[in-house]
């Protein structure tokens, strides 16, 4: 695949969104963004219980995190059911490992802390959604770069706004090629807020020598290694 390359000092990559103007997406806002387990999860179950009155809906795609001191016991599962009054979920699948929850906070017990189960909406119906070929995934890069042609120097200033965006099958394997990149980009303001990435293959998010980003609100889910760098 071609790479594109800003200058001699930042390289965009290939199979990406590379932007050196303005990029706005605005998907449609959901009432909640993450719940608690209200009732324990075994192995093998494909229903469970979470915070009554939520706007979940078919076919919406839940993170359960873990609970216990591994950080791998993960589950992705997607919505076959939801009851608004009692909480019931039904997944589309069984849960591959158990999670803990219960119907009240445990903040009281343990110095403010509630170590119910964590339960994530993944889904926005904005979507940035790569092709995954060998754990290549795509790239939002937003940077500031000068462009020269016929002689003339024009500087462009890139500016990325996204909100309640969904982004899924992006970042790049085995590099710092993250699903979004800031890099270089400080003249101008960017926003990334209730959005959700998840199940990327490398780095979630990437801010290098930058300024002037709010990043609020976001859900960032199963990402190798890590979830967010400055």
């Known amino acids: 695949m071609e ?34 387990l209200h009732a324990p999860v075994l192995k093998g179950a494909s229903e469970f219980y979470v915070e009554p009155g939520l706007d979940i809906v078919v ?4 993170g359960l995190l873990p609970t216990s001191y591994s950080p791998y016991p993960v589950d992705d599962v997607f919505v076959a059911s939801y ?16 999670h803990w929850g219960q119907a009240t906070s445990t903040a009281p017990d343990y110095n403010g ?17 790569a092709e995954d070929v060998e754990s290549w995934g795509g790239q ?13 120097m024009t500087m462009r200033s890139g500016t990325t706004v996204l909100d309640n965006v969904e982004i899924f099958n992006c970042s790049q394997i085995d590099t710092e090629k993250s699903a979004i990149r800031f890099e270089s ?22 801010i290098a ?22």
């Open 83 to 98: 009851d608004i009054t009692s909480g019931k979920v039904v997944a589309t699948t069984a849960m591959n490992y158990y």
């Open 185 to 206: 980009a400080a003249s101008n303001w960017s926003a990334i807020t209730n959005s959700a990435l998840h199940n990327g293959y490398a780095w979630g998010v990437n």
């Open 3 to 36: 790479t594109i390359v800003y200058d001699n000092a930042i390289e965009a990559g290939n199979k990406l969104i590379a932007n050196v103007n303005v990029l706005r997406m605005y998907g449609k806002p959901r009432g909640w963004k993450m719940t608690r």
């Open 209 to 230: 020598t930058s300024a002037n980003i709010l990043f609020k609100n976001n859900v960032i889910f199963q990402f190798r290694p890590m979830g967010f760098v400055t």
């Open 140 to 152: 939002v890069v937003t940077s500031d770069t000068v462009e020269v042609y016929d002689g003339v």
């Open 59 to 62: 076919g919406d795609r839940l």
């Open 113 to 129: 802390a509630d170590i119910r189960g964590e339960v994530l909406l993944l889904t926005r119906n904005v979507k940035i959604d």
